[in-house]
DNA sequence: TTTGAGTGTAAGCGATGGCATACAATTCAG
DNA sequence: CTGAATTGTATGCCATCGCTTACACTCAAA
């Protein structure tokens, strides 16, 4: 239930619309609730990628969303890890990136 | 573990900050591999509001760090739920953004 | 202390975001 | 079907982002 990851600006948009058709919201209502153009939540929601951090936190916020970490692999905490894992892990990471 | 709410601009870029010492990587090696400046980097660590929703979140990946949705409060998603509830939680919000 | 890596800050520039306004396209009640 | 509400798109302006370059500060090793 909590395990939907975001990963994309896309995914970010998705969200919000979904959230703001739950609560019986337009465009317009929750663009003034967060203090934003109509228009800045219409892009947002169609996955605008240069979209501002904080005011998409924000608005995240207003619709009661709350962000937390889902934890993919942990590091021991102990002592130095250095380089051989960390790129392995790193290089998976940039193929997600764009495929 | 997986508790730790994301708020703030500032709270992402402390959870950058820790991840990217956790691998023992600095700001210049994390930039190369995000494909940013180090500057940008060390904005985004301070917690920079307006940074890029995209970058941000390439950021993350690049750190194998997940995001996923806590949800806070949940719909009757059966009929319309309209203005009270939700003004009360929206204006509680709004409070929290700056105090 | 000195040296160097790592980090924080500044100035200027090109690119882009967010805005208002306006207008199509779509959806939905009547 | 008609008309209103909601959503998508276009244009232009101004503010700000992200970049490069450059330099100061901190701190740990030599």
Redesign the interface.
Known sequence: ?????????AD?GA?IRDRRK????DQAALAS?VGVSRLWINQVEQG???????L???TL??L??????????D?K?DD????PD?DA??D???E??EP
């Open positions: 239930m909590a395990g939907i990851p975001i990963r994309s600006p970010i969200l739950a609560l019986g919201l609730k605008k990628p240069g979209a501002n951090l904080g998409v936190l924000r916020a207003t009661d969303i709350a962000l937390s970490i889902a934890p993919q692999k590091v905490s130095a890890v250095t380089a960390i892990v790193i998976a990471a940039r997600r990136r």
